[in-house]
């Protein structure tokens, strides 16, 4: 088993894109890797020959290590590894414990920077102060006499696809019956899957019958939970709300995408990340981070500004990264939004992707209802906005007539910082600049 993230100790076997007997070429992806934030290609980087698949697809928690497959070289007798078991390759060991499991995509920072502000392996802190444990044997349960199961032989087998379709969906993938190998559940057997229209027993009576259901929580979901609880207890939040006016920023986006020729298509996110930039150069501090380092601690102000732009995913919110968005025109950053938001969708986004962002912009303005939210600290950044929904507002002109009343298109936005690192005062100075560039859209020019 590779591992595909810095912090990566076990993974889940997706599907297989070779077939033993297969030739195998530097590049070719020979199979799907489910991590705790993302479904990867492994890339095989040697010449040979599939000779025995060690672990199917489906196998879960498989740990960084552990045999996978048999590989040979070209020409070498295949059907002599058709008997051969997982201990014949040495066997496997189990993967680390750990409460819970922890991987960098919540973080903007890489977790071997050595800062307290990485994330951390809680693996050797994580002790459990318990009895020495009993000899090996297999539990029994009381009622039923039978071998109590572990949480993951409880858990259906599913594929990567079939798991995130059911999510999609809200199918409850206890109920699907799997036609897949082994009897794993397939995207075929989510798509075909029809309610029952009575769940319980026939013997249950009304006052015994689930009114619930208990939906196991994935791995990137404990990761995500872990990330935020860390964020809102170790940063000191603020908030800093803003009404902007975006009436010349919508006729400046209308004209370009009409002289596009087809090239490009802006959307008012694309110009908030450039303003973003603007107002994180005019004010650096707030392009800052809190870092806790070999006893010493410090505010890191970096030079660049990579925007994090939060994607939401059918398994979770994730955050991919546009760097050095100071130097990039409005063309170039839609593009880039969308090809990583698409592939952040597909679970293809390389760890790199997501790890190293400076500050964060989190937009609901897709859903009319939200006129404006507050959204957590992304660490060890000190800054994420918030943006909610245009709305038309009517304003008071002043004329040679007098006061008329004028439509003007409106938006509110919600700053969050990080008081260890951001003033008050400097936050509502980002904000006020964020303001000033989104009201006069030429300035981006600048």
């Given at each position: 088993m590779p591992a595909l993230s810095p912090t990566m100790t076990a993974g889940n076997i997706g599907t297989w894109q070779?077939?033993?007997g297969d030739s195998v070429a530097p590049g070719d992806v020979l199979v799907e890797i489910e991590t705790d934030k993302a479904q990867m290609d492994f890339e095989f980087q040697e010449e040979g020959v599939l000779a025995k698949i060690l672990k199917e697809a489906g196998e879960k928690d498989v740990a960084v290590g552990n045999p996978i497959a048999v590989m040979v070289e070209e020409g070498e007798d295949v059907s002599a590894f058709e008997s051969f078991t997982l201990e014949d390759a040495g066997g496997e060991k189990q993967p680390p414990a750990q409460a819970p499991k922890e991987e960098a995509s919540q973080s903007s920072e890489p977790p071997d920077t050595g800062s307290k502000t990485a994330p951390s392996t809680l693996g050797k802190d994580a002790k459990e102060e318990s009895s020495p444990e009993p000899e090996a044997q297999e539990?029994?349960?009381e009622s039923t006499g039978e071998r109590l199961q572990t949480s993951l032989e409880r858990e259906p087998k599913a594929s990567p696809a079939a798991k995130a379709l059911a999510l999609e969906k809200g199918v409850p993938i206890t109920q699907v019956k799997g036609t897949g190998p082994k009897g794993q559940i397939t995207k075929q057997d989510v798509e075909k899957f029809k309610p029952s229209g009575a769940t319980a027993s026939p013997s249950a009576s009304p006052a015994t019958a689930a009114s619930f259901e208990d939906i196991p929580a994935s791995s990137?979901?404990?990761?995500?939970?872990?990330?935020l609880v860390q964020s809102m207890n170790q940063n000191p939040h603020y908030f800093v709300a803003s009404t902007l006016s975006v009436s010349k920023l919508l006729k400046l986006r209308q004209a370009l995408n009409a002289s596009a020729a087809g090239k490009y298509k802006l959307s008012l996110n694309d110009f908030f990340v450039k303003a973003c930039a603007v107002a994180c150069l005019k004010v650096p501090a707030v392009n800052s981070s809190w870092r806790e380092q070999d006893g010493q601690v410090m505010i890191r102000q970096h030079n660049t500004v990579d925007v994090s732009v939060a994607v939401a995913t059918p398994v979770g919110l994730m955050t991919p990264i546009v760097r050095g968005v100071e130097g990039l025109g409005l063309e170039s950053i839609s593009a880039q939004i969308k090809d990583l938001g698409k592939r952040a969708r597909d679970g293809k986004l390389k760890p790199e992707e997501y790890q190293g962002g400076t500050f964060t912009i989190s937009n609901m303005g897709m859903n009319s209802a939200v006129e404006r939210f507050t959204a957590v600290i992304n660490p060890p950044q000190a800054g994420i906005l918030a943006v909610g929904t245009t709305k038309k507002v009517a304003t008071p002109v002043e004329t040679e007539e007098?006061?008329?009343?004028?439509?003007?298109d409106q938006i509110i936005v919600t700053g969050s910082f990080d008081h260890k690192v951001v003033d008050g005062a400097v936050g509502g100075e980002?904000?006020?600049?964020?303001?000033k560039v989104v009201e006069n859209p030429l300035e981006m020019l600048l």
């Open positions: 070779k077939k033993v539990s029994e349960s990137m979901r404990k990761t995500i939970a872990n990330r007098g006061t008329t009343m004028e439509w003007d980002w904000i006020k600049e964020f303001k």
